[in-house]
């Protein structure tokens, strides 16, 4: 398993990035702190903030041991342990960004499929041209977009939060309300998603067509819908599962970024804040933890390619 | 790989389309400078005031002419999508066609990295050196190259394995050409289709990064910037601002953006031949 040990070189190097480059700068966070705010220290309370902040935290091999009992350290703004911010922003990220990437895939390969079946017509022309527009779209704009006229001017959805603070409700008026306030991002980020998954399903689809087991499935006199989708769909759907594992990376982004539109209590928000404040170790800890996240995914993937298609255990496409 | 780009470039609306964006805003960002009536760091006049006849986008909240900055942000964000894009391009070419070329070791290593990279998330380590180092745009701007090359040599690393097996390639050879001769001599011009593909491809992503990184607050607040005049503009929405200070930006980026995207899909299909049957939206 070359892969597996690649990748678990990839996550040792970026944790001794994490551990060295914070090192490499000239002093350390009091400086980074104070070095370029107004405030100048005497040498007492120096020595004092560094040995409150920093400490004796001995080399590489206790860093590593810390990261793994979930000691990454204390936010020097928010004045509570990283780990606990992470935590509490965590679940908000993961139902919002998990949410639109599942309702895109889904939503995004049976449109594709169904619409490559319909070749030639009004309805293809359409949805592949405004599907290609919106591809090229932003997310800071639609965001934007959809908070000023929904939110702002219509005022039918919040412009912020994640559920509505400090209400006593019930479980199912909880729930609703936490629905409220996810439609906005929610719509943003599969409007985002939704293009990509959509044109490359419709072009695989296309492609897949035109290959003699289709005729052979209808020349057995399938169901249509059966040719449609287990002969032809499930070869259609592992370029949409490979280039998945190859956007991830760079869909994280405009995550980042919609979480910081509408305020939305998840990582993003709290890095954003962490950015404003310079906080550091709140920086270094996301930064860390969410890319480690994300190599794990993509590993996984690469398991479930096998799955879907046994060949890839003999050549790797691509 | 011979296409007739002209007749069938022409012919193509996304393509026209993608190009004639591509031209205003090269216009806009060459001639930026020339074309801003005031300094855009000029802070001298009334600010949040209207548009009006000689400021046309009005002013900020710290009295700087939004029609002049708008037009450097333009320029910073164009020019930073294109080093970043050249960067990857050049660094992609070369390491795909060594791979594919000399294969075996350097082959694997190559790859192996390119995988590795491509699950890394990019803005990550892009927050993390702004954050810790606040590098200049332009040290970014190459760390996200560093990021961006591994799909262009993946696509160059396929092209150059079918080359091996053609004709001139193999005459080349036979003539007694070393490795890095026929790399340079024939299979990089051989090419040169595919680098527009991705040129395009990875100047999208360079300047979406770069936009929502100045979004971010990470860029340098002196610089000019899409990303950061929107962070800005946003929060003074409550002001009835927004069409005039928020909405330029905005439409800026989305034009730029979507001006890319479809240069890439539109040079796919046009310089792809076994992708056009499939792309093209009419039955061939």
Redesign the interface.
């Known amino acids: 398993m070359?892969?597996v040990a690649?990748?678990c070189?990839?996550a040792l190097a970026?944790v001794y990035?994490?551990y060295a480059?914070?090192r490499l700068?000239p002093g350390d966070f009091v400086t980074?702190m104070y070095g370029s705010s107004q405030v100048t220290l005497s040498e007492a309370q120096e020595a004092e903030l560094r040995a409150y902040y920093t400490g004796d935290r001995g080399g590489f091999g206790s860093y590593i041991i810390r990261l793994a009992c979930l000691d990454w350290g204390y936010s020097y703004v928010f004045l509570s342990p990283v780990s606990q911010l992470f935590f509490e922003a965590l679940p908000w990220t993961l139902l919002l960004v998990g949410l639109a990437h599942l309702i895109s895939l889904v939503v995004g390969f049976f449109a594709g499929v169904e619409v490559a079946w319909r070749?030639?017509t009004v309805l293809?022309?359409g949805m592949?041209s405004g599907m290609?527009?919106l591809?090229?779209?932003?997310e800071?704009?639609t965001g934007?977009?959809l908070l000023?006229i929904f939110s702002?001017n219509l005022g039918w959805f919040p412009s912020a939060g994640a559920e509505t603070a400090y209400a006593d409700l019930s479980m199912v008026d909880r729930i609703a309300g936490v629905m409220h306030h996810l439609v906005l991002p929610l719509v943003t980020l599969v409007l985002a998603y939704l293009p990509g998954n959509f044109l490359l399903t419709r072009?695989?689809m296309?492609?897949v067509i035109k290959a003699q087991y289709m005729i052979t499935a209808r020349a057995k006199g399938l169901s249509p819908c059966r040719v449609r989708y287990a002969h032809g769909a499930r070869n259609a759907l592992l370029p949409l599962v490979t280039r998945f594992?190859?956007r991830?990376?760079?869909m994280?982004?405009?995550a980042?970024?919609v979480e910081?539109?509408y305020a939305y209590p998840g990582l993003g928000t709290l890095?954003?804040n962490a950015?404003?404040a310079?906080d550091?170790p709140v920086?270094?800890g996301v930064?860390l933890i969410?890319?480690l996240m994300?190599?794990a995914v993509?590993?996984s993937l690469e398991f479930v390619y096998r799955i879907i298609d046994p060949r890839i255990d003999h050549a790797r496409a691509? | 790989m011979h296409v007739r780009f002209r007749e069938t470039s022409l012919k193509d609306p996304l393509f026209m389309t993608g190009i004639g964006l591509a031209v205003i805003f090269m216009v806009i960002s060459l001639l930026g400078p020339f074309l801003a009536p005031f300094d855009p760091w000029d802070m001298s006049f009334v600010p949040i005031s209207p548009p009006s006849e000689t400021h046309y986008l009005g002013v900020n909240d710290g009295g700087q002419d939004i029609f002049s900055e708008l037009l450097y942000a333009v320029r910073n964000t164009m020019l930073f999508g294109f080093i970043s894009a050249f960067a990857a391009l050049g660094i992609g070419v070369i390491l795909g066609a060594s791979a594919g070329w000399f294969g075996g070791f350097v082959d694997m290593i190559v790859m192996r990295i390119a995988d590795v990279l491509l699950a890394v998330p990019a803005i990550m380590i892009l927050i993390f050196a702004a954050a810790f180092f606040r590098p200049t745009p332009w040290t970014l701007a190459l760390i996200l190259a560093g990021f961006m090359w591994p799909t262009i040599s993946k696509g160059i690393r396929a092209q150059t394995l079918s080359l091996r097996q053609s004709l001139h390639v193999r005459a080349a050879v036979q003539m007694g050409g070393g490795g890095f001769y026929i790399i340079r001599r024939h299979l990089i011009p051989e090419m040169f289709p595919l680098y527009l593909i991705g040129l395009a491809a990875k100047a999208k992503m360079a300047m979406f990064m770069e936009a929502s990184l100045g979004f971010l607050g990470l860029l340098d607040p002196t610089r000019k910037s899409l990303g950061l005049m929107i962070n800005y503009a946003l929060n003074f929405y409550y002001m009835d601002v927004w069409w005039n200070w928020l909405m330029p930006p905005i439409l800026c980026l989305s034009f730029m953006i979507v001006s890319v995207t479809f240069l890439a899909i539109s040079l796919e299909r046009i310089l792809d031949p076994r992708l056009r049957a499939a792309l093209s939206g009419r039955t061939p």
């Not at chain 1, 591809?135 to 932003?138: I, M, R, T």
């Open positions: 070359a892969l690649a990748f070189l990839a970026m990035l994490s480059l914070p700068l980074a070749r030639s293809e022309r592949v290609t527009v591809e090229g779209v932003p800071i704009s934007i977009l000023l702002l072009n695989s296309v492609m594992g190859l991830l990376a760079f994280i982004t405009g980042l970024v910081r539109i890095l954003f950015i404003q310079r550091l920086i270094q930064v969410s890319s994300v190599l993509i590993l691509f």
